[in-house]
């Protein structure tokens, strides 16, 4: 039974990463007339003419995007978590109507009463709601489906980078939803977009804490025993050559978090001011002395 523990905390995950989601186009772009892009833009554009329930939509909509996107799906395990979060954010986005607190008298509809007629707000609150949600739903190692599967086709299907195809897919629904509810509101759909992806990469990665030092000095190991006695950070040294002199040139490779890169700028110009120094950013550090190395 242990084993099944980690996948059934990602179904729980998932849950609520969708009911999150689903009170965040509730809350904030419904109300705004604000697109949330891919399918669930597409789907608040169809409720607006016909009144049809969007949830339902959603669901529609994702049926047949599933099929031509399973092969791209990264297997049966993966595929399954991106239908499942289908169907709970589709039963959420409906099932919500029907809570007295959603109600025109309920309790979150008068909590934020007050932006009813503030589109900035609402489009900032609503990305960073939705934001977190989807970051938890890439978290269980599941998509949210619409833009999802579509990106991932039209990357398997003509090359296009996923990076393009989320842009591609986004932009032509939040276009479309310009000529409904005007370009003002689509600017600020583009800007909700936007902040949500970085609110979704930082709940899925964390704060881009850690940072990398690469170090070319003569110094070798004066400076490793700087940094292991004064930071108490490990020290690799790798083995590299001049292409110029074509001398040997060790170089220390040191994961240091943010906080920590002024002292060894200080440790490093003390020891040696001629050493060459490389500092980066890195998404995320594990093992020791930094986050647990987990299996997800």
């Not at 099929?67 to 289908?86: N, P, Q, S």
Request: aromatic share 12%.
């Amino acid at each position: 039974m242990k084993k099944y523990w980690p996948t059934i905390g990602d179904y729980f995950l998932i849950a609520l990463a969708t009911l999150i989601q689903a009170i965040s186009l509730r809350l904030f772009f419904i109300p705004a007339d604000l697109t949330s892009g891919g399918v669930s833009g597409i789907s608040q554009l169809i409720h607006h003419f016909t009144g049809w329930p969007i949830g339902l939509m959603v669901l529609i909509g994702n049926i047949p995007l599933f099929a031509l996107g399973w092969k791209f799906l990264g297997g049966r395990k993966f595929a399954f978590r991106t239908a499942l979060a289908i169907v709970m954010y589709s039963f959420f986005t409906d099932a919500l109507l029907r809570l007295p607190a959603f109600g025109p008298q309920g309790a979150a509809t008068i909590l934020i009463a007050d932006l009813k007629d503030d589109i900035f707000l609402n489009s900032l609150y609503g990305a960073i709601v939705s934001g977190f949600g989807y970051g938890l739903v890439y978290r269980a190692r599941s998509t949210s489906g619409g833009s999802d599967i579509l990106a991932r086709i039209l990357n398997h299907w003509r090359g296009i980078s996923m990076t393009q195809s989320y842009l591609i897919v986004d932009t032509a629904v939040i276009l479309a939803a310009g000529f409904v509810f005007g370009w003002k509101h689509a600017l600020y759909a583009i800007i909700a977009l936007y902040v949500s992806g970085i609110v979704a990469e930082t709940t899925l990665e964390g704060g881009s804490t850690a940072r990398t030092a690469m170090i070319v000095t003569k110094e070798v190991e004066a400076i490793s025993n700087r940094v292991l006695d004064d930071l108490e950070r490990g020290v690799t040294i790798l083995e590299g050559s001049g292409a110029y002199t074509g001398e040997n040139r060790p170089v220390l490779y040191v994961v240091i978090t943010r906080v920590e890169v002024a002292t060894l700028k200080a440790i490093v110009h003390e020891i040696d001011p001629d050493a060459f120094m490389v500092i980066g950013v890195v998404h995320e550090a594990l093992g020791e002395g930094f986050k647990p190395l987990k299996g997800k």
